[in-house]
Structure formats: C-alpha cells, structure tokens
C-alpha cells in the first residue's frame, strides 16, 4: 500500500489547487516576466496598472504587495517545456496565460515559522517578498482568513486560506 499512497500517505492540500470546487472565480491573466509564476504564487498587478498583465512575488521589486491581485491556479494542461519534465510543479513562463484566482479556498505555501500559529480564523499577511504568513502587522493585510486546514510536505508548509473578494479590477474599455 506504501507505493501507492507513498511514504509520507495520501496528502489532502495541493499547492495552487482551489480546495472547494465550486467555491472559486477565476479570471484570465497573463505573465508579465521575466520571472516564471508557479501554482499558488501571489500574483501582483504590474505597476499598479491592472491590464491583464501580472507579475510573481521574484519580480516584486516592480510593485508591491498592495497591488495584489490574487493567487496563480494550477491547471492539468500546463505542459513543461523540457523532456522529461522536471519533477515538481510546471511554472508559467514570461508571455503565458494563467488563471488568476481572484476569490475563493485555495491551498498555498506559507512560511514553516508561522506554521504553529496558524489556526481557524487567523488573519493573511503578505511579507515583503510576496510571502504568505500570519498576521503579525508588519506586512500587507489580505482580506480573507485561515480556514485551519494545514499540513507540512516534508519541509514546506502548507494550509488553506479563503479570499472573499480581491480589490475591484480593470477589465479593459
């Protein structure tokens, strides 16, 4: 049974993956770069202009985390550009569509100090590297929440946060 589930069992959070199915919205977004954008990334507007084109947090420099715009959302069909595919998760690249979770239960990394203190109802913070942690007062406040469900991926930390709503968008004229 070990070789199924593998060593560590089966694993209920997936980085990037909303984690209720019909408790999400999507819209379309496409990387900005030079940086690769991967699942579960904070994705921010790029210079504060929301035209469709964002950035990841290795790119923050250009913004800042109150431009953020919600969270990149891991999709089936991303093929790697490489043969055989890198293990772990295929990144979108400079120039590819994504889909940008704007509100909704999605699972993400957090910081492993914070792990402990995250509970039910705790507050979201974005570090100034785009980092999601606990609210301590020292980052940028998400409006949204811990929903207490966490788990450790060997080293990398894990939980389940819900956004109700990220800040009005342009949609274009």
């Known amino acids: 049974m070990s070789l199924i589930l593998g060593k560590d069992g089966f694993q209920k959070l997936m980085i990037g993956y909303p984690t209720v199915s019909d408790k999400y919205n999507v819209g379309p977004a496409v990387n900005a770069g030079p940086s690769d954008i ?38 089936n069909v991303n093929v790697p550009k490489t043969y055989p595919a890198p293990e772990g998760p295929v990144p979108f690249g400079a120039g590819q569509a994504f889909g940008l979770m704007q509100s909704g239960y999605i699972a993400v990394k957090v910081k492993a100090a914070d792990y402990d203190d995250i509970y039910e109802g705790q507050k979201i913070e974005l570090d100034a590297n785009g980092l999601v942690g606990v609210s301590t007062g020292s980052g940028y406040d998400l409006e949204g929440y811990f929903t207490g469900v966490k788990e450790m991926h060997g080293a990398v930390a894990v939980a389940e946060i819900f956004i109700p709503f990220v800040k009005a968008t342009y949609m274009g004229e």
Do not use: K, N, R
């Open 38 to 75: 991967y699942p579960g990334d904070a994705v921010f507007t790029l210079g504060g202009q929301d035209h469709g084109d964002y950035v990841g947090s290795a790119d923050i420099a250009e913004t800042s985390a109150a431009d953020f715009a919600g969270f990149a959302v891991a999709t």
